[in-house]
T-cell receptor, first 116, second 112 residues
């Protein structure tokens, strides 16, 4: 069975601080995909990144960066120089279903509040 | 405009009533999904469909029903058998491969 743990339920930071959101996953498969989504107050989930299990390279996109470590089954997300617009709930997710249908398991989310 | 539309944005239901939530997409994606989100919880899968005229139960299908008569549409009916239907409902689509899912704006259902 697959499982995603986001141990931080809520985080508050002051604007311009860096913040890291933790994600730990469990799966028995060697082939799987990891995702991060952002859910702003409007409610719609916005896709941020997909990473497959064979690619452990860290990725940076502007102020966002992701650290994937198979040895610790973690896929952490860092926001550098946080801004008020980063305030949202962030979900980490895992998919390890073979074939066409994606069975995606979501973590419970981390609510990030960036204080001006 | 391309994307996923859900309607209505807010829905109020009296106990004992069935209600239908709409989900339409023009992304030409094969797969469509319905999730339920409750406060403090992640997303839980209700139903999914890989192709037209075929759908499968997810983790919490009891009290819900769906249909997939067209590729573009995947409506969800919340029946009176669903004991606690007040929640935020999200529809998602995805191509038939290992790719991310794309989400609609959601429908917030409240039972009065």
């Amino acid at each position: 069975a697959q499982k995603v743990t986001q141990a931080q339920t809520e985080i508050s930071v002051v604007e311009k601080e860096d913040v890291t959101l933790d994600c730990v996953y469990e799966t028995r498969d060697t082939t799987y995909y990891l995702f991060w989504y952002k859910q702003p107050p409007s409610g719609e989930l916005v896709f941020l990144i997909r990473r497959n299990s064979f690619d452990e390279q860290n990725e940076i996109s502007g102020r966002y960066s992701w650290n994937f470590q198979k040895s610790t089954s973690s896929f952490n997300f860092t926001i550098t120089a946080s801004q008020v617009v980063d305030s949202a709930v962030y979900f980490c997710a895992l998919s390890d279903t073979p074939g066409g249908y994606q069975k995606v398991t979501f973590g419970i989310g981390t609510k990030l509040q960036v204080i001006p | 405009d391309g994307g996923i539309t859900q309607s209505p944005k807010y829905l109020f239901r009296k106990e004992g009533q069935n209600v239908t939530l709409s989900c339409e997409q023009n992304l030409n994606h094969d797969a469509m999904y319905w999730y339920r989100q409750d406060p403090g919880q992640g997303l839980r899968l209700i139903y999914y469909s890989q192709i037209v005229n075929d759908f499968q139960k997810g983790d919490i299908a009891e009290g819900y029903s769906v249909s997939r008569e067209k590729k573009e549409s995947f409506p969800l009916t919340v029946t009176s058998a669903q004991k606690n239907p007040t929640a935020f409902y999200l529809c998602a689509t995805g191509p038939f491969s290992y790719n991310e899912q794309f989400f609609g704006p959601g429908t917030r259902l409240t039972v009065l």
